[in-house]
């Protein structure tokens, strides 16, 4: 069993972008948008800003009051889309409950979608000749290329449909040769097909969901929940001290996945500054 150590290869590929960075003639530019007070929001974009100073991209935090309108959020995103400076633009989410953030994101051009959220960016995934794509599911496919992990006629399994991890995550596995799996709410025999995997990836958000009885032996399980457990204490969705002796490779949460979503963000803001 061995542990992925998210944290490591994220300070590994950050390195080497920041190379990368330096040695290009322009600088890139993200715009951050953060719409109201949300706590969990405020620490993400903090640590966004922070990753683009140590890279040197230039970074334009920009925050509206909870009370703001569509039209207003929608207008900013024209605004940023037009501006040469600006080579990505990431609208934080959630938006307060009166926004429709499907609606806005549509004002994001999809040159500058540095989420891989538009349709043409989830269209280019689905014709397997993506660009810019979703952070968190790049970041697992990074992870396990790190690991010689080859993904090639294993069964991967994806709990979880959601269009910001779940549907890409699955689209990225397929597009490597992995023979896929979706799971969802509505699924019989969860735990037989979850058994069956030899790539099983989590992305549902409930703390602990996954036990030891749901993994094969030898299986790889990537974590991508962060949830807080009974204690308060932050955890995946695996129960990690009673699945990882089962497991070939594991990710634990804190310290797997999430250090690679924000790295993969960096990558992708490059990605649009340079057009490669």
């Known amino acids: ?29 993200l715009a951050v948008v953060i719409v109201g007070e949300d706590p969990a929001s405020r620490i993400y974009v903090r640590n966004k800003i922070k990753a683009c100073g140590e890279l040197g991209i230039r970074s334009y935090a920009y925050e509206l009051p909870e009370t703001s309108t569509q039209e207003e959020v929608e207008n900013l995103l024209d605004t940023l889309g037009k501006d040469g400076d600006i080579d990505g633009i990431l ?17 994001i051009p999809f040159e500058k979608d540095v989420d891989g959220f538009s349709a043409e960016n989830l269209g280019l995934l689905m014709k397997h000749k993506e660009k810019v794509v979703a952070c968190t599911p790049l970041g697992v496919m990074k992870m396990l290329e790190k690991e010689g992990i080859d993904p090639t006629g294993k069964h991967a399994v994806v709990l979880g449909r959601s269009e910001t991890v779940g549907k890409p995550m699955a689209m990225l596995l397929l ?67 009673n699945v990882k002796e089962k497991t070939s490779y594991i990710t634990p949460v804190p310290g797997g996945v999430g250090p690679m979503t924000i790295t993969m963000l960096m990558y992708n803001t490059y990605l649009t500054a340079n057009k490669e």
């Open 1 to 29: 069993m061995k542990i992925i150590d998210g944290k490591a290869l994220a300070a590994e590929l950050r390195a080497e972008l920041k190379t990368k960075i330096e040695k290009s003639d322009r600088k890139p530019g």
């Open 91 to 107: 609208l934080q989410l959630p938006l307060p409950r009166h926004l429709d953030a499907e609606k806005a994101e549509l004002h």
């Open 175 to 241: 597009n490597a040769n992995a023979t896929v799996t979706v799971c969802h709410s509505k699924t019989q025999n969860l735990k037989e097909i979850c058994r069956s995997a030899d790539i099983l990836v989590s992305a549902i958000g409930k703390a602990k969901f996954v036990t030891a009885d749901m993994v094969k032996d030898g299986a790889v399980v990537i974590d991508v929940g962060m949830n807080r457990d009974e204690n308060g204490k932050l955890c995946g969705d695996v129960d990690f001290e």
